[in-house]
């Protein structure tokens, strides 16, 4: 893949659509060079834009984000038969998997996510919501669901600390780390970037994206995707040196007897969260509001705000299903 490097000239501002649930503006200056570039990973599409002076710089930058993705995607898919999450799922019943240290932190925090949240985060939600079918259109029966609740529980999940290995208790036990990997590969993208002097940019994943820097002395400033309207956006943030996780109910659905069924799943009841249109989640580490983004969704206005008010360093908006929008005690609103 070739990085396109764009000498900008322009000083208007432009709208620049960051996948589906996050849209960015801003003006570019004359003689500023900005590189981006777009590709399909990890199930999603994946998007950099970065400034720099030096072109061998960029070059390294993208490399740096395609390979960290890469091996995200290859170690830790459900859907890839050699994967070590694959692997995990298939024979973690049977013998402990040994795992690397990407592997065990990202366990060990979801972990945490499951206890803090009392068990709104839970990867193993994966033992029910691999029964429904988005693109066939097909709900779980009750009985399925009922027979899968007994999978579900990320006490079920048992990390050996000292040997870097992890077993699950249980025949059946799915695990899904989609709703906290992609954050923490942004964190590591980052975090080499940083190594080789990149400042400001950002780098995207679905509905995950770390905003690196400024852009020309002024923070980013991201638009928050209308959950029912399509190319509106519901408000903006100004965002710098953060990450920024958006859960929404409205990409990867359908429609079933005037019911919609999405892919955000309540562990509890193996079926789609209610009550929330969109969450979007602001902190330091992609990781961290990965996981809460979901959480949040799962946990419904009241109980989603209390847990982000009482957990220092993130902010939190909420869009409920009717449209209504509230806000973390460290934001104001409206933008």
């Known amino acids: 893949m070739t990085l396109r490097n764009r000498l900008i000239t322009s ?18 200056p004359a003689l500023a060079q900005w590189n981006e570039e777009e590709w399909t990973c990890m199930g999603t599409t994946c998007s950099v ?4 002076k030096n072109p061998e710089t960029a070059v390294s930058a993208l490399r740096a984000a395609q390979e960290i993705m890469t091996e995200y995607d290859n170690e830790l898919s459900p859907y890839k038969d050699n994967s070590l999450l694959s692997r995990i799922n298939k024979r973690a019943h049977l013998e402990p998997i040994k795992l690397d240290d990407r592997a065990l932190r990202i366990l060990k925090k979801a972990k945490h996510y499951y206890e803090i949240t009392g068990g ?5 939600f994966a033992s029910a919501g691999h029964l429904y079918d988005y693109r066939k259109a097909i709900v779980p029966s009750d009985t399925d669901l009922e027979k899968a609740l007994d999978k579900i529980g990320s006490k079920l999940i048992y ?38 002097g990149i400042e400001h940019g950002y780098v995207s994943a679905g509905g995950d994206t770390y905003f ?6 002024r ?29 929404g109910d409205y990409e990867r659905f359908f429609e079933k007897s005037g019911e919609r069924h999405h892919h955000i799943i309540t562990p509890k009841t193996g079926r789609s969260a209610k009550g929330v249109a969109s969450v979007t989640v602001l902190g330091k580490q992609g990781i ?17 705000l209390h847990l982000i008010n009482r957990t220092d360093g993130f902010d939190v908006i ?14 104001k609103a409206p933008y």
């Open 212 to 217: 690196l820097g400024q852009h020309e002395g």
């Open 120 to 124: 709104a985060f839970d990867v193993t």
């Open 159 to 196: 990390l050996d600390y000292e040997h870097s290995e992890v077993s699950v208790l249980e025949s059946g036990v799915k695990l899904d780390l989609g709703g906290i990997a992609k954050g923490a590969a942004l964190d590591e993208v980052v975090k080499a970037w940083r190594k080789i």
């Open 49 to 52: 834009v970065l400034w720099t």
């Open 219 to 247: 923070p980013w400033w991201v638009g928050i995707q209308h959950p029912r309207n399509k190319g509106e956006n519901a408000l903006s943030v100004p965002i710098e040196n953060s990450a920024v996780s958006t859960s």
């Open 288 to 304: 961290d509001t990965d996981a809460l983004s979901t959480a949040v969704f799962v946990l419904g206005v009241e109980e989603g």
């Open 11 to 28: 000083t208007f501002a432009f709208q620049l659509v960051i996948l589906c649930t996050v849209q960015v503006w801003f003006t570019r």
């Open 318 to 331: 909420i869009i409920d299903f009717e449209g209504k929008v509230y806000f973390s005690k460290g934001l």
